[in-house]
């Protein structure tokens, strides 16, 4: 191919690159100024998926329903409630149908680069995309795929991760009915990761104080009864936290609904 040729071609891959980025970008903006407004509720879709083929988990993910994440809407109601928020109910949960693989995984914790995350995240939204249409999932501002791994004594499970560009989020839970209750604080804390709040915990997975508390005036301070659910935990002293064992003790705290779009910055 002569010169000329060669270079009009690589500009013109260089031009249509662009406008898949500016399309995306574009699209992304729209999404996020629309779910910002919180006029219209959130429509939430969870996706069981099978984290490993044991019959615990296989038969656990076949009878997920919409039981199994009912204390969402409830939590979400209350809270968006406390922030005069106009939508009504603030989110809509849709659980199923099942998903029959798994997404791409993150890259590891030594291998998280900029560029490595970006990829990732590339490849999740295409991931994401194609399991929409393969698996005949329903339209969803945001969606969440819930993996499932045996409950196991003193098992951890791998991080959760909502990516708020993608609105994809992939929560790691246990396969089992008494969990729940504490698989929702999960699934609630990715699902705003989704419309922009961020972590409220330190390094060593303690509540910040006092965005990471859900009574941060309380006297005594600890132990603390409801948690801040973006730092996912209790503070039961100044060095040890816990899970709280369902939404029913956590609380949407005021720095992460300024996050969120669901206040300016005032307290209600
Ligand atoms: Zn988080």
């Known amino acids: 191919m002569s010169k000329p040729r060669k270079t009009f071609f690589r500009n013109v891959r260089i031009a249509i690159l662009l406008a898949i980025l500016c399309g995306v970008a574009?699209?992304?903006w729209r999404e996020k100024r629309q779910i910002a407004s919180w006029k219209e509720p959130l429509l939430v879709g969870v996706y069981p998926v099978a984290g490993e083929s044991s019959d615990v988990v296989r038969e656990y993910v076949a009878a997920v329903s919409a039981e199994s994440f009912a204390g969402l809407e409830p939590f979400f109601q209350r809270e968006a409630a406390r922030f005069e928020i106009a939508a009504s109910p603030a989110v809509l949960v849709e659980v199923g149908p099942e998903v029959k693989e798994l997404p791409p995984p993150p890259p590891e914790p030594s291998d998280r680069t900029m560029t490595s995350v970006a990829l990732w995240s590339l490849r999740l939204r295409w991931w994401n995309w194609r399991a929409a249409s393969k698996y005949g999932l329903g339209p969803a501002d945001v969606r969440l795929f819930a993996i499932y791994h045996a409950p196991i004594a003193g098992r951890t499970l791998e991080h959760s991760i909502g990516l708020?560009?993608?609105r994809?989020?992939?929560a790691h839970l246990f396969a089992s009915k008494e969990e729940d209750r504490t698989n929702e604080v999960v699934v609630a804390h990715e699902?705003?990761?989704?419309?922009?709040a961020s972590d409220k915990y330190?390094?060593?997975?303690q509540p910040v104080h006092p965005e990471g508390y859900g009574a941060p005036n309380a006297s005594p301070l600890h132990p603390q009864e409801i948690a801040e659910i973006m730092a996912g935990r209790l503070a039961i002293s100044a060095n040890?936290?816990?899970?709280?064992p369902s939404l029913d003790q956590c609380v949407v705290g005021p720095r992460t609904a300024q996050e969120i779009g669901w206040s300016?910055?005032?307290?209600?």
Not at 191 to 196: C, D, E, K
Not at 264 to 268: K, R
């Open 168 to 170: 994809v989020g992939v």
């Open 202 to 205: 330190d390094a060593r997975g």
């Open 264 to 268: 300016t910055g005032a307290t209600p």
């Open 26 to 28: 574009l699209t992304t």
């Open 164 to 166: 708020e560009r993608v």
């Open 240 to 244: 040890e936290a816990k899970i709280p």
């Open 191 to 196: 699902l705003l990761h989704l419309v922009g």
